[in-house]
């Protein structure tokens, strides 16, 4: 796996920078890919993009191919072994003992261990290959379409056809860089069936822990690759994308079907939760932009935060909602998200995470690493 | 004794007995040699006082080291990244964000802007259109000056420009973290672009003072301002040389007192500091003639040559008097004493400048300047002191003040020179040894802390108490920054500086080098790259990282700082900025770059050490470290070489040089508890101090030797040695520290380190001489035996 992974990952760097690879240099300085995260003192105080919880478990991925685990809070961290140093976006746990963690170069990490000890499972280059195929498939699909559709329909197919192509040569192209795109989120119901979700509208689907994955990509109404920044679980089972441009989807059958939903927002979303009662969700973005749905995305009221800080991820427990930002927002609602009240951190870092912590304390991840903070997101001294 | 017209006590081994040639020639021709000499004192004299200052950065590093070498090679690529003044203008009472704060900063930007040097298109402050907040927006970015379009000084638009620097990212670089300071940020130009002149430091770091400094703190009593920067520190330099002019005053009056103290005699008082300074035009008039200029270490040659010429002038004036008060007359005393010290002040003058020239082993220009001057100076204070001094005393004579001092203080003096001849006493040498012996001891053992390098926090060429270093402390207090930076060169291919294999590998190191103890944090194209990537993506962290894809990568680095890549994109340097400038964290941070550099260098990147101040002090710091055992090695083995040649016995060159060697393992065990570290400036002193601190040994010893020759006991020799030269010794050491003493109290604070290490070196080396030479001579000489070989000579 790693042998051959390193032969294609050259390969396709080679075709990128041709004039650098016409002499058989020696990278000493490892791919990402296949250079194992650094142990470093530094991981709890750099960038951290996502937080996690593993039963008692504290999860966090960051920067350099950085995870680190903490059994009391936050108080301690583990740095755990991991095989890339590639920069990581998201992290999930589908149960207590296995987690999933991806991050740029189109690497999906897995542990069995909560958070322990990773292995790769994916890598951009196979995911891009995956892509390809069930793109080429697509086409064939289409083309079989155009030849069967009546007369009056064939233009509206053609011009789709064509976009079909456009996205394969984009595919194609970024190969033969190399791989060039990050996944963004990841989600797991439990220790086989999950989603990993990216940039340029990747979405891949495995039904046996990571053994295999799907490009789920066709089932998702997102014909211009636009990003998909966050994918997660409501109250109820339904499954919640957002993404670039006001993307939502939604499925209500663990994944099998998406339903574009339109959003009031033409901004990029980058969260998505639950409010922790059934068919409830938030979706947050850009400059302070909060939309509420109690119906399955079908309808969004925008919520004013008062904020013009960029949100990227929250938490609830009950009525309690907390929102967190750039520029060290910290955004919380006692009233189920009726009002909030923006705090902005002193050293206006910006927050990747947010986990409640006992005392109604908060655990936030991110631009400065891990910082522990009261109940209003103030530093705790 | 008695018969002053045959000597016949005046015999060494190696010396002919009748009268030297030497003598002959230069007495029968007095007034030949004399006219000579004015001549040639005329000419060096003109050249000496044309002679300019001269404070070139490059005498001051070790050009040979390949790190320099690097640096050089590549200096117009890494051009403007290290020379700018940054003015920050503290408000006392209050932040930043008041009317009349911002007013000042307004008009203090305008000046700033207008000063000659400045780069104006680079100038930043909060007053410049360059310094901007930006916001991601559904549309793109949006954002506009700090200071507000319709800035009035209301509250509402301070509270405005509140909020725009808290978007601004400029807090902790150009706003401080307090905000009670702002920072004017001035890149400077090294040649005028309009005129094609040179900066001018000196004038540029007045201008700093008196337009910026003086004028806006007394127009605005609220406000403070630091200046930090390459230029001003060397404006303050050149400031500093100036304050020597005092120095080389108060040192003449002092040592013309002394000596009127000690000779109570004006002849010979005025003579030697007449024929001594113009030792000094000699010397820097053939500096002059030799294309030289006077920097800030070779501007303290002309002390030490002063001081040399003074005590060496002091041996004559002594013996005239001596032979004066025997009753002979002016010429024939010159001539006396002029047989009586012309060889142990030959060779003590001879290994003053060899002692000089090994500092040639020092691969530093300045270093090798100072061996220069100092060796020529030396040089020629063999002929001012032993010939024109000799000569000129023959005509004008020791007054009879003078004598009278020599014969009224004979009784008084034998008292305490008896009491001092203890020292050569069988039960008194034991304890001299043992003391000694605990004394190199202690030295060994506190010596073991001694570091190299410089160990002060700010600009080590300035006092820690400095203004300049205040106003340093002051900007790392409060900003994100360091003073110290190394800079590592990464070479590539023509246009390929910014390819993803080359930001990667930079990334890699930059890495490792957070990890290492001792670095603050590191800069380059790569976190450039990696934070614009990030804001082009709506300013999501989760795209903080280098695109694999060039076309990305290129986007992001399209407004990069000019300074990170080089006009055809073949260089582009790595920042380190480290904690301190201590030996040990340059020593680590080099490692981690050498050893990545050894791994990584290929067709596609050279990592290539070192620019920056950090990086010139890690490759100054190595030259010095190799260079210190060389140089101690052929010093002590040049003065023990030329010891033995003189007096023909291993026994006399031990106890000449182990004194010595006691006083350089105690200045160093000084050195390391006053926190001094060898450096540049400080590694001469010990080729100084052995070279000038032997000269006490040689007197001594030639005088001790030749009275126990005569026949006396090892402590009646002593005691007759004390007698006829342990005067002239004792002052000998008391004016050369005068001579360097008021260095501790220059600005500079090298040449204060100089002066306090050579003032005790020159003194220890004094009492060494005096104290436990005579103790090992009792040990080591065997008088029956020197009778012996003595007879056998003859």
Known sequence: ?381 | MSNPTHDKGEHYLTTPKAEPFLERLIFNNRAIILVLLTILTLFLGYNAVKIQPDASFERMIPLEHPYIVNMLEHRDDLENLGNFVRIAVESKDGDIFSQEYMETLKQITDEVFYLSGVDRSGLKSLWTSNVRWVEVTEQGFQGGTVIPDDYDGSRESLEQLRQNVLRSNEVGRLISDNFKSTIVYAPLYETDPETGEPLDYGTFSRQLEEKIREKYEAQNPNIEIHIVGFAKKVGDLIEGIGSIAWFAGITIVLTTLLLFWYSRSVSGTLVPVFTSIIAVFWQLGTLRLLGYGLDPYSVLVPFLVFAIGISHGVQIVNAMAVEAAKGFDAVTAARLAFRALYIPGMLALISDAFGFLTLFFIEIDVIRDLAVAAGIGVAFVIITNLVLHVLIMSYIGISKGGIRHVQNHGEKQDRKWRLLSNFSHPGVAPISLLIAVIGLGLGLYYKQDLKVGDLDQGAPELRKDSRYNKDNAYIIDNYSTSADVMVVMVKTPVEQCTQYSVLRAMDALQWELANTPGVQSTASLADVSKIVTKALNEGNWNWYAISRNQTIINASIRNAPSGLINTDCSLTPLLVFLEDHKAETLQTAVEVVEEFAQENSNEEHTFLLAAGNAGVEAATNEVISKAKDMMLIFVYGVVSLLCFLTFRSIRAVLCIVVPLGLTSVLCEAIMAVSGIGIKVATLPVIALGVGIGVDYGIYIYSKLEKYLLEGKTLQDAYFETLRSTGKAVVFTGVTLGIGVVTWIFSPIKFQADMGFLLFFMFLWNMIGAIWLLPALARFLLRPERMLEKAREAK
């Open chain 1, 1 to 381: 796996m790693a042998t051959s992974l390193m032969r294609k990952t050259l390969g396709a760097t080679c075709l990128g920078l041709s004039m650098a690879c016409a002499s058989p240099a020696v990278w000493a300085v490892g791919d990402l890919l296949e250079t194992p995260a650094r142990p470093t003192e530094l991981a709890p105080q750099s960038l951290l993009n996502d937080v996690a919880v593993a039963g008692d478990r504290i999860v966090a991925a960051g920067e350099r191919g950085h995870i680190i685990y903490s059994d009391d809070e936050g108080q301690s961290w583990t740095q755990a072994e991991v095989p890339v140093s590639v920069t990581l976006t998201g992290v999930d746990f589908g149960t207590e003992n296995h987690g999933w963690a991806v991050g740029h170069s189109g690497a999906v990490l897995h542990s069995s261990d909560s958070g322990a000890t990773w292995e790769l499972q994916l890598d951009g280059i196979r995911a891009a290959e995956l892509a390809i195929a069930s793109q080429e498939e697509a086409i064939a699909d289409m083309e079989e379409r155009i030849e069967q559709a009546p007369e009056e329909q064939v233009e509206d197919l053609e011009w789709a056809l064509d976009d079909l192509f456009f996205r394969l040569e984009n595919m194609q192209a970024d190969l033969d860089i190399g791989p060039v795109n990050p996944f963004l989120d990841v989600w797991f119901e439990n220790d086989s069936h999950g989603f990993v979700v990216g940039a340029y509208g990747m979405i891949y689907r495995t039904t046996d822990g990571g053994a295999s994955w799907q490009d789920w990509s066709q089932k998702l109404d997102n014909p211009q690759g636009f990003h998909l920044n966050a994918i997660s679980q409501i109250a109820g089972g339904a499954l919640f994308i957002v993404g670039e441009a006001g993307q939502i989807h939604v499925s209500i059958d663990g994944g099998e079907t998406w339903e574009r939903r339109e959003s009031p927002y033409p901004g990029s979303l980058f969260g998505v939760i639950g409010t922790g009662r059934v068919n409830e969700a938030l979706a947050f973005g850009l400059r302070g932009t909060l939309m509420y749905s109690a119906d399955l995305g079908k309808s969004w009221s925008v919520v004013s935060t008062g904020s013009t800080a960029t949100l990227n991820d929250g938490a609830a427990e009950g009525d309690r909602i907390i929102l967190v930002g750039n520029g060290g927002a910290v955004l919380t609602s006692g009233n189920g998200g009726d009002t909030f009240r923006e705090y902005l951190r002193d050293d206006r870092e910006g927050v990747m995470g947010v986990v409640p912590v006992s005392d109604t304390n908060l655990l936030l991840v991110g631009e400065g690493g891990v910082k522990h903070a009261d109940p209003q997101g103030k530093n705790l001294q």
